[in-house]
Every structure is written in structure tokens, then in C-alpha cells.
């Protein structure tokens, strides 16, 4: 059984910063992918950033450039580097691990991040 769990919402001004880690645990293959969603209240998830566990990273156009995904791939933990945030960032965030030879996709709790003006 696979676990994510998020950590590291709040609240935070614009213009400023935040970090959140994602940890997945359980029966984890060596090819997956992780990274971060969100959803903003009356709007669909949208994705953020992810990383492959060999480093290839994707990036959403509306963070592109402020935000920075990490992983470490012996602890099976992502991390979300947010800068000059703003407050369209407000929103729940998600982590997802997918393992691509299950072609199975797992999601955290959610953490919120409000980001006030």
C-alpha cells in the first residue's frame, strides 16, 4: 500500500515564500513520477510542477519561473520551492506520485496555501 503525505501550507503574503514537502512511502518502484497539483475553490485541479526520478521537471505556465520542484529520490520526497507568490496562488495543493510500469496514480490529503494581498 502507497502513502503521500503533504506538509508545509499556510498562509503567507504576496510577494513572499513557501515550501512544501511531499513524502511517499510503501511499495515504490525506482521509474514514477511526483509532483504537485492545485485547486482553487470553483475551478479544476491544475497542475503545477512534477519530476521524474531522473530529474526531468514540468512546469505549469502560471508558475513558470517562481517555482521550483526537488525530489530526493532515496527518501521518496518531492518539495515545492514557491517565491514571489501571489494571491491567484491560493489554493489547495496536492501531491501525486505516479508509478509508471502500475500506471497508477496516488494523492495526498491536500494542504492549503492562502496567499493574502
Known amino acids: 500500500q502507497v502513502q503521500v503525505v503533504e506538509s508545509g501550507g499556510g498562509l503567507v503574503q504576496a510577494g513572499g515564500s513557501l515550501r512544501l514537502s511531499c513524502a511517499a512511502s510503501?511499495?515504490?518502484?525506482?521509474?514514477?513520477?511526483m509532483g504537485w497539483y492545485r485547486q482553487a475553490p470553483g475551478k479544476q485541479r491544475e497542475l503545477v510542477a512534477t519530476i521524474t526520478n531522473g530529474g526531468t521537471t514540468t512546469y505549469g505556465d502560471s508558475v513558470e519561473g517562481r517555482f521550483t520542484i526537488s525530489r530526493d529520490n532515496a527518501k521518496n520526497t518531492v518539495y515545492l520551492q514557491m517565491n514571489s507568490l501571489k494571491p491567484e496562488d491560493t489554493a489547495v495543493y496536492y501531491c501525486?506520485?505516479?508509478?509508471?510500469?502500475?500506471?497508477?496514480?496516488?494523492w495526498g490529503q491536500g494542504t492549503q496555501v492562502t496567499v493574502s494581498s
Open positions: 501525486n506520485l505516479f508509478q509508471l510500469l502500475l500506471n497508477s496514480d496516488y
Open positions: 510503501g511499495s515504490i518502484f525506482r521509474l514514477n513520477r
